[in-house]
C-alpha cells in the first residue's frame, strides 16, 4: 500500500504554524516598506535568529519531520527548503531600497534554522532517517 506524501499532523501544530508564518509574512512586508518597529530593528541580529528559529522548528513539525535524498543522503526537507529561501530571500533586499544584503544578517538567519531544526528533531525523538 502506498504511504501519503504527508501525513496528517496534530492540528495544534498546523494553527500554530499558519498563525507563525501570517506573524512572519507580517515582518516580510514590513521590512520591505520601511515600517519595522524599533524593537526589532535594534536587535537585529537576534531577531533573525528567534524568527528563523521558530519558523523553522514549527515548519519541520507541522510536516512531521519529512526527510528527502538529496546526493544520496537524507536531509531533513523543511529545514532544506526553508534555507534555500532564506538565501534567496536575502539576495533579494538588495534590489530593495528599505533593505540591503547583509551577511551577518544571512548567517544569523541561517543559524536560526540549524537551531529550529535541531530543536523539533529532538522534541521528536531525536534526528533520524524517515521515509
Keep these: 500500500m502506498k504511504r501519503p506524501i504527508l501525513k496528517s499532523s496534530n492540528p495544534i501544530w498546523w494553527f500554530l504554524t499558519l498563525l507563525y508564518a501570517g506573524t512572519f509574512l507580517t515582518i516580510l512586508i514590513l521590512a520591505y516598506n520601511g515600517k519595522l518597529p524599533v524593537f526589532l530593528t535594534q536587535n537585529d541580529k537576534l531577531a533573525h535568529l528567534i524568527l528563523y528559529c521558530i519558523a523553522t ?3 519541520h513539525r507541522v510536516i512531521n519531520c ?6 544520496g543522503y537524507a536531509v531533513p526537507l523543511f529545514p532544506i527548503l ?7 530571500e536575502e539576495a533579494m533586499q538588495s ?6 544584503l547583509d551577511a551577518m544578517d544571512l548567517i544569523a538567519s541561517l543559524l536560526g534554522v540549524v537551531l529550529g531544526y535541531w530543536l523539533a528533531a529532538r522534541g521528536t525523538g531525536g534526528i533520524e532517517n524517515r521515509k
Design 82 to 88: 526553508f534555507a534555500i529561501f532564506t538565501i534567496t
Design 57 to 59: 522548528y514549527l515548519g
Design 95 to 100: 534590489l530593495s531600497p528599505n533593505r540591503s
Design 66 to 71: 519529512r526527510q528527502m535524498k538529496l546526493l
